[in-house]
């Protein structure tokens, strides 16, 4: 699971982010609102842990934009405003949930968990489908008509992305950030390099499936058959 964590708060960013690694998740993190803007817009990462007051645009400026855009990935807001209303005009803009700071990571880790067990049309599930291929997450399990076989992290990170965005072309932009993160120094021809291995996988299940090449922008995933 990949997590976007907005805080202009260096310490306290640098503190969450170590915690948030050492559970298991995968961790990037802004430190303005324009560029977590950015970041979500290119839907790489499964939540959002949203600091309320940011330099430039603010995490309800933010929070509205994503909402307005109709992408409904989950968004925990942290602010140290903790009144009623505060709190009332956070939810209401479309956040998941309301954290006030100063916090234990417990009750982060306890509100991370809960959004987790939401039901597949507001969370994530463990199992992904299309057309005649499966894949499980957390075993990084690919299963097609012809068996099974399993990925490698930075493969299982992509392919993820073309399944939760089917039939979308994807930048490669967007593809480099859910395969290596946001701060990764990494050569553009590695992207090309792991969706090769991708195909191959796809061909060793017997899917009828395939990484469409799109010249210029980047790759789609979609049925052989599509003319």
């Known amino acids: 699971m990949r997590i976007l964590l907005v805080e202009d708060d260096e310490q306290l960013c640098h503190f969450l982010k170590l915690q948030l690694i050492k559970e298991g998740f995968e961790v990037d993190d802004c430190k303005n609102g324009e560029d977590a803007l950015y970041f979500i817009s290119q839907r790489s990462h499964d939540l959002v842990l949203l600091d309320r007051m940011l330099p430039g645009m603010d995490g309800l400026a933010v929070l509205k934009n994503v909402r307005n855009a109709g992408i409904h990935i989950p968004v925990i807001l942290i602010t140290a405003l903790g009144e009623l209303g505060d709190k009332i005009t956070g939810l209401d803009c479309g956040a998941d949930d309301y954290l006030v700071k100063p916090f234990a990571h417990e009750e982060l880790m306890a509100r991370i968990r809960c959004i987790i067990r939401r039901p597949k049309q507001l969370a994530l599930s463990d199992l992904l489908t299309r057309g005649d291929i499966t894949y499980r997450l957390e075993e990084k399990m690919l299963t097609g008509p012809g068996g099974s076989c399993s990925l490698s992290k930075k493969e299982g990170n992509l392919l993820e992305a073309f399944l939760r965005n089917p039939g979308q072309i994807l930048p490669r932009a967007t593809l480099m950030v ?4 946001t701060e990764a120094e990494v050569e553009d021809s ?3 390099t792991y969706v090769h291995f991708l195909r191959q996988r796809l ?25």
């Open 178 to 181: 859910k395969g290596w993160g």
């Open 190 to 192: 590695s992207l090309d």
């Open 203 to 227: 061909r060793a299940v017997k899917s009828r499936l395939i990484l469409k090449t799109v010249r210029g922008i980047g790759y789609r995933l979609e049925n052989k058959d599509v003319s």
